[in-house]
């Protein structure tokens, strides 16, 4: 199975460089992955390196605790699309969800939504936070915002991705949205489990290992 226009190849370490930001772009170029993902202060950079590929950039909101306002959020998915971000992964109010301040959380979703109309608009559940019964929830409330996917995890919080919670996500989105598993997916294997279990877009540090059909021990 082909795998590159699965990868978000990803670095969003504290500690990233500019150097870091080149080694990635330039591997994503490589393979042909679907996009870097790389924090706000890196979009300019990462457009630059990437011109003329087929790549695009996806950058994150919010991240990673979620609890900004959804005013701040609106603000910087505005900023990144300006600075050349393609695709918008936002952290869910995660607080609020547990909170069962439904209302929040959708309108929080909508703001983001309405700032990156036109943009793939990918929700991170943090689901290691979350019971089935509150993941269950916030995919409905990602899809009645009108979020094109509902992702898994950081990275930066006690787990990833895994077979459960992927599974569970896409069972409940069904054709509504779509699924992007990230935090732990590191090998071939790891990537063709969670595509089995319904996942449409992969998170990782590791695409090249991933593609290479190596084990990659670096944490995402």
Do not use: W
């Amino acid at each position: 199975m082909l795998l590159n226009k699965y990868i978000d190849h990803t670095v969003l370490k504290a500690d990233a460089t500019a150097l870091d930001v080149e080694k990635i772009c330039k591997e994503a170029i490589a393979h042909d992955f679907a996009t870097v993902c790389v924090n706000p202060c890196r979009i300019a950079q990462a457009k630059t390196l990437l011109k003329g590929s087929n790549v695009g950039i996806t950058t994150v909101i919010g991240f990673p605790l979620g609890a900004s306002t959804s005013e701040t959020k609106a603000c910087e998915t505005t900023n990144a699309l300006k600075n050349g971000a393609t695709e918008i992964d936002m952290v869910l109010n995660v607080g609020a969800m547990k909170d069962q301040n439904y209302e929040l959380v959708l309108n929080d979703i909508k703001a983001v939504r309405q700032a990156s109309t036109g943009h793939v608009l990918k929700v991170i559940l943090e689901t290691c936070l979350l019971s089935d019964a509150e993941i269950i929830k916030a995919c409905q409330l990602s899809v009645e915002a009108g979020a094109d996917f509902v992702k898994t995890s950081t990275g930066f919080s006690t787990d990833g991705a895994n077979i459960h919670v992927v599974s569970l996500m896409k069972k409940t989105v069904g054709d509504a949205a779509k699924v992007k598993a990230s935090g732990g997916v590191r090998t071939y294997q790891d990537a063709i489990d969670m595509i089995k279990a319904g996942a449409d877009r992969l998170g990782t540090s590791g695409g090249v290992a991933i593609v290479n059909g190596q084990e990659n021990t670096e944490k995402y």
